[in-house]
């Protein structure tokens, strides 16, 4: 577990896909002003993400993925020294680009390394913080095909078989991602979020994502542009019970 302040991880989107449009960073100009926009509200961590994981989103392959993300990464490495960069993505290719472009960053993966074989060996090569995500199924079932007995229990042996995996990798600086809005009825995310605390037994950083998810707004009748203040109490509630890290839009 991390100790001292909870951090706050912005989210910059840079594609076109993205559910939530004013994440949405296509030119360097926007880029800048989104980085701004969130550094000056308080973010510690920037978060790229090229490819879009929202529900019904389609995969692009890497030469596009890398054409969205270069750029994103030259205005950083010029503009935003010393800013702690993560990058959303699956691809171990990706990973050594970045790593060639910019040095260290954190690798945020929603795959939890279960896409690429090479992810979690690259990652421990290279010594970079990983983010691993719980979910179920691949990019195109894993907001439709999911099944749970006891949704809290099954992620917590997601875990305990994900540290093997990061063991043996040689991934030893890893945080925990329980995957709000991924693979998961509303019902779900709802029982998760409540047993949140049970997930400090790992002793690893949590990260938190519960930013405009459906499961927030969609029962409140609220939508994804009205439902700060709720979102805002779950924060409030996840750092309560534990989370190390807010990733929020």
């Known amino acids: 577990m991390e100790s001292g302040p909870t951090k706050i991880m912005g989210i910059i989107n840079l594609n076109p896909d993205s559910f939530y449009e004013p994440s949405r960073a296509a030119t360097e100009s926007a880029f800048r002003r989104r980085a701004d926009s969130l550094l000056a509200q308080g973010a510690d961590i920037l978060d790229l993400g090229a490819v879009s994981s929202r529900p019904g989103a389609t995969d692009v392959g890497a030469d596009e993925e890398w054409a969205r993300l270069e750029p994103a990464l030259e205005t950083l490495r010029r503009y935003y020294p010393g800013v702690t960069v993560s990058i959303d993505t699956f691809r171990s290719s990706i990973v050594v680009m970045a790593y060639q472009a910019i040095g260290r960053f954190w ?68 945080i925990l991602d329980p995957g709000f809005g991924f693979s998961k009825s509303d019902e779900d995310n709802q ?41 805002r109490e779950y924060e409030e509630r996840a750092q309560a019970m534990g989370a190390s890290i807010i990733r929020r839009h």
């Open 107 to 174: 690798v945020n993966d929603i795959s939890a390394g279960e896409w690429d074989d090479a992810m979690l060996p690259v990652v421990g090569r290279l010594g970079l913080r990983y983010v691993a995500m719980h979910h179920q199924g691949t990019f195109e079932t894993m907001h439709d095909d999911y099944h749970y007995d006891n949704v809290v229990e099954s992620v917590k042996q997601y875990f305990r078989d994900f540290a093997v995996r990061a063991k043996e990798a040689g991934v030893a600086d890893w």
């Open 191 to 231: 029982t998760l979020f409540d047993h949140l605390d049970e997930l400090k037994s790992f002793r690893r950083p949590i990260l938190v994502g519960v930013s405009r998810k459906r499961f927030i707004w969609r029962p409140r009748l609220l939508t994804p542009h009205t439902c700060d203040a709720v979102v």
